[in-house]
């Protein structure tokens, strides 16, 4: 991120809208699919004009009182995918979001979540507004487009459930407004208005709140986060695999099942010298040749422990990876933006009064000099701004932080979710290979069998006496 996101966007720049990709040109809905919930615009922002101002709250604002059951149960929306239109040209992707708090259902393209991140940054520049999934690549698979549904189901999810963007207009609208100019309508809500610093009562008082020692606690709080983000993210790159690995091996029981299956249906006759095996070899084929339908329940329970744990555990350590990874871009942008613009703030003060002297000991013309003094006026202005938004910042941070810690606790969600995975997982698959023994009884069937499949060796690899 740049230093530019940290102030208000200029009007030129927040009308522009993005360049939309070829395959993400607008297009009406198709005739055959039902008409999303409308709710006028004009209500929505007649909704959200009251608190425009933010009021100035109770108590010591700089600490959350939220809980996790709190910001869960703020709303709960679901991305699904709708399917893809054929064009003669053009093919886009289109989807349904349904929002459980607004009881909306609305269409929306993937350029209609970029307008609605941009409107964020530009209002909420100082707090966590999550990042979406990359563009659409040519070519792009259906993998692709699953993952990227997943990851803006959680991206959408995430802003819901944030304090202050759920109490936003450009979120009501976003979630509710049916019509076919969404992208305009959530510029307009956001043309004429400031951000967070120009609209809370408290941010040129935001340092009064801050500890004394905000920095130290800023870069301690930093490289927790960070090594907290390490950490989850490799448990998310291990639970994928862990879920990978499930379909494969649903995949190879399958095959498995097959081809044990053909061996039983072989209707090669045998050559007259293994003619006094045939009886022994029937036996075995009639035993082999149903056991693909078991070997198919067994495929089917292991690809659905690792549908289970992909729903159930991959998704809820993306939804709190995503968290910290905005956390850890806000540091950036804190950094890169209103810190950065500070330092050069006062850089360019220094200089102005360096020139400043010079003027005056070089008896310059007054004109010049009152120009001097006028300048340096303006950048002292400037420089007073930029303090308060540093301040001001910092004081959003602070707040996040303390959200990222609301969020912790889903670690015990995860945990258990993955633990009855496998348990549900393992007993279901070992009914099935119980069942299965009775079934191969004579292929075990006692020590004087023919049957009597052959002990493994030793492991000193020495035969018995």
């Known amino acids: 991120m740049t230093g530019r996101a940290m102030d208000p966007l200029p009007a030129a720049a927040v009308g522009a809208a993005t360049e939309a990709e070829a395959d993400e040109e607008e297009d009406p809905p198709a005739a055959d699919q039902p008409t999303p919930q409308a709710i006028e615009p004009q209500a929505i922002v007649q909704q959200a004009a009251a608190p425009s101002r933010m009021q100035m709250p109770q108590g010591n604002p700089l600490l959350l009182s939220h809980t996790l059951q709190e910001l869960l149960a703020r709303d709960t929306v679901q991305v699904e995918l709708i399917p893809e239109k054929k064009g003669l040209f053009l093919k886009h992707v289109e989807y349904e979001v349904s929002s459980q708090r607004f009881k909306s259902s609305v269409y929306r393209r993937y350029n209609d979540f970029v307008v609605f991140q941009e409107m964020l940054l530009h209002k909420f520049p100082y707090r966590m507004v999550p990042a979406l999934p990359p563009k659409r690549m040519l070519g792009a698979d259906r993998e692709f487009i699953e993952a990227r549904r997943r990851a803006l189901k959680r991206f959408v999810n995430l802003v819901a459930r944030h304090p202050l963007f759920s109490e936003d207009v450009v979120l009501k609208l976003f979630l509710s407004f049916s019509g076919s100019d969404v992208q305009n309508k959530l510029k307009e809500s956001a043309q004429c208005v400031g951000d967070e610093f120009m609209n809370c009562k408290l941010a040129t008082r935001a340092k009064d709140f ?256």
């Not at 067994?298 to 991959?314: I, M, R, S, T, Y």
């Not at 002292?380 to 930029?386: D, L, P, S």
């Open 210 to 465: 801050l500890p004394a020692d905000i920095q130290a606690q800023f870069a301690i709080s930093r490289e927790l986060i960070r090594n907290i983000y390490n950490s989850f993210h490799k448990l998310r790159d291990r639970a994928e695999r862990i879920a990978s690995r499930a379909i494969d091996n649903a995949a190879d029981l399958l095959i498995f099942g097959k081809e044990l299956s053909a061996i039983g249906s072989d209707t090669t006759p045998l050559p007259s010298w293994a003619a006094l095996n045939s009886s022994t070899w029937g036996s075995l084929k009639q035993a082999l040749k149903g056991l693909s339908v078991e070997f198919a329940l067994l495929a089917d329970k292991a690809a659905q422990q690792g549908q289970k744990v992909e729903n159930d555990v991959v998704e809820k350590l993306n939804l709190f990876v995503g968290s910290l990874q905005s956390r850890q871009d806000l540091c950036e942008r804190h950094e890169k933006g209103v810190l950065h613009k500070h330092q050069r703030a006062l850089h360019k003060y220094s200089l102005m009064k360096r020139q400043m002297m010079s003027a005056a000991a070089q008896n310059r013309e007054p004109e010049s000099v009152e120009q001097l003094e006028s300048r340096i006026v303006e950048q002292e202005n400037a420089i007073q701004t930029m303090e308060l938004r540093n301040y001001f910042s910092l004081y959003c941070l602070h707040q996040e932080t303390q959200l990222i810690h609301v969020y912790l606790p889903l670690t015990s969600h995860i945990l258990r979710a993955f633990v009855n995975s496998q348990i549900q997982g393992h007993k279901e698959m070992s009914k099935v290979w119980n069942d299965l023994r009775p079934k191969l009884s004579c292929l075990f069937a006692g020590p004087h069998s023919a049957l009597t499949p052959p002990c493994s060796p030793p492991e000193d690899g020495l035969c018995p006496h």
